[in-house]
């Protein structure tokens, strides 16, 4: 009986957690008036050519446009921090070095540090480098190992591996690198791929870097593009190809999450990741 | 200063590991320090020549700052303690042994992953127009309408509730910490006749200490530096009841064009947020120092 109970307040939770997607999904098929009028998620006729407008867009570019500049943004920032941030936490996880106390309290720090504090510098010192407008200050830090965070928790990984792996490797002639890479990282993998799919997630979210740093429309990611819409469609205008825009905009998220899914939650119950 | 000895295996150097965290290294200086040290030097400047103190000085004399500073406390403080206790009901819940709890796990956690990305956000806003769904369902309850966008308190409400719908990643947090709690002690404490609410207080919250104070620290830097939400939903008003600092160092900067308030604005920024967070720890630290 208890449990029944708690079943049901779990499940009301969890609608009430989904219904506004869900409503986002209905109101992509209504028009103006249906979508103030009904708090319903279903809309009354299913006219898919709204999508076909929204892929469209009401900017020179289509979607696909936006699409493929979020993922030149996205594959090599992915790339860099899972490359940068596996080197970095080998080296504290298994080395001693001079000043190292020192370093690890700066990542520390580093994880505390208000990006907002950051952005403005950044912003000056791209500028005078003539970089602005360019993927190069959205993807280049991100072979500083810049996500303090994902270094933490590969560090508290690569502890749990015992260092009689590495010994074996070396006398099996491994070099340090080599250790690294064919022997410490397969153990830790599902940390790696958590870390890859947040950096996804993280990019496709990200809205303050681009809008700062990218003017031109020709160069927007998709959050980018978003808003322009949202901007030059105003009230009054068909609400829904906007809504549809967002629809489609969130599929590359839903489609990472929905496959990286189960690794992921037990992965971040595990490690204490998370957004 | 003493010649220390470096733990290594052998043939390893003592600078391979140096060596290994280089990029963290250049990182650091690049995006730590060359960012703090260079916004408190274009703080001091008018955008380009030397004026001291001038820019503090007109922040903490300004009435829009200061009534934005306002804003951005009060923002964070309704926040921060909803988003921790729900989180932390939540994963009570879901740390109950019952099947099919990872499906529950898995839909707490969508919003907190989908919903920083701009098209939720987009979403948001229409949900709170006047005859928007919250609307709607307001009235199907018999409750009056609210006029979200117009009114000053309910504008800012409609940023907290979105950030609240997203407490996923804190709840997951809090469950982790919570299945690392040692089922022995909870046996203990029920053979010595411990009830459940106060097995709560003695054990589960004594044993979690750490984890809230870490959610605590993260939700509250990223609560004072709120930007996307207020910029997209509410564009800051009505009459700037929901214009954040961080809304309002953006407007500084790439609206009007002054750098130096800009930059002396997110150092302050800084320094607030590294003074709430050392004040957090003070006060906390004998709570959290208790066992070891």
């Known amino acids: 009986m208890k449990k029944l109970l708690l079943y049901l307040l779990l499940t009301a939770a969890a609608v009430v957690m989904l219904y506004p997607l869900l409503w986002l999904l209905g109101a992509s098929f209504k028009t103006n008036e249906e979508i103030f009028t009904s708090a319903w998620f279903m809309p009354e006729r299913l006219d898919l050519s709204v999508y076909g407008k929204a892929w469209k867009t009401v900017t020179p570019y289509t979607m696909g446009h936006y699409f493929l500049n979020t993922f030149m943004i996205i594959v090599p920032k992915t790339a860099f921090t899972v490359l940068s941030s596996v080197l970095v936490a080998y080296g504290f996880a298994r080395f001693d070095f001079p000043l190292k106390k020192l370093f690890y309290g700066l990542l520390i720090c580093g994880m505390f540090m208000p990006a907002i504090v950051t952005i403005m510098p950044m912003y000056s010192l791209w500028s005078k480098l003539g970089l602005l407008d360019t993927y190069i200050p959205l993807t280049l830090p991100a072979l500083f190992a810049g996500e303090g965070m994902f270094v933490f928790i590969l560090i508290q990984f690569f502890k749990g591996i015992p260092k009689e792996f590495d010994e074996a490797a070396r006398i099996d002639g491994c070099g340090t690198l080599k250790t690294l890479f064919f022997v410490l990282v397969p153990c830790i993998k599902p940390a790696v791929i958590s870390i890859a799919v947040f950096t996804f997630l993280w990019t496709m979210n990200d809205f303050l870097g681009p809008l700062i740093m990218i003017q031109s429309v020709e160069k927007y990611p998709l959050s980018l593009a978003l808003r322009l819409s949202v901007d030059s469609t105003g009230q009054g205008y068909e609400q829904r190809s906007v809504i549809a825009m967002s629809v489609i905009g969130l599929i590359p998220s839903v489609a990472v999450f929905a496959i990286a899914q189960k690794k992921f939650v037990s992965g971040i119950t595990a490690g204490g990741l998370t957004g | ?292």
């Open chain 2, 1 to 292: 200063m003493k010649t220390r000895t470096y733990r290594n295996p052998v043939g390893v150097s003592r600078y391979t590991g140096l060596l290994l965290i280089s990029p963290f290294i250049i990182g650091a200086l690049l995006l730590i320090i060359y960012p703090f040290v260079s916004s408190f030097i274009t703080g001091l400047t008018d955008g380009s020549s030397f004026v001291g103190f001038e820019n503090y000085r007109h922040i903490l004399s300004d009435e829009n700052i200061r009534s934005s500073a306002a804003v951005t406390l009060k923002y964070a403080a309704i926040l921060v303690p909803l988003k921790l206790i729900v989180s932390l009901a939540v994963a009570l819940l879901l740390n109950m042994e019952l099947k099919g709890i990872g499906i529950f796990c898995t839909v707490f956690y969508i919003p907190s992953i989908l919903g920083a990305n701009l098209a939720v956000i987009i979403m948001w806003q229409y949900l709170f127009t006047s005859e928007g769904l919250v609307n709607q369902l307001l009235e199907a309850v018999g409750l009056s309408p609210v006029s979200w966008y117009g009114d000053t308190d309910a504008a800012l409400f409609i940023i907290v509730l979105l950030r609240l719908w997203e407490f996923g990643s804190t709840m997951i947090i809090f469950l982790a910490a919570l299945r690392d709690i040692p089922r022995e002690l909870y046996e203990a404490a029920r053979v010595d006749g411990c009830g459940r609410t106060r097995a709560f207080f003695s054990i589960t919250l004594p044993q979690i200490r750490n984890v809230i104070f870490i959610n605590l620290v993260l939700q509250t830097i990223a609560a004072m530096q709120e930007f996307n939400a207020p910029y997209m939903i509410t564009g800051g008003g009505p009459l700037g009841s929901t214009r954040t600092i961080g809304m309002y160092i953006y407007e500084e900067m790439f609206t009007y064009g002054d750098e130096g308030t800009a930059n002396a604005l997110s150092w302050l920024l800084f320094m607030v947020i590294a003074l709430i967070v050392l004040i957090m720890y003070r006060t906390t630290g004998r709570l959290r120092r208790e066992d070891r």
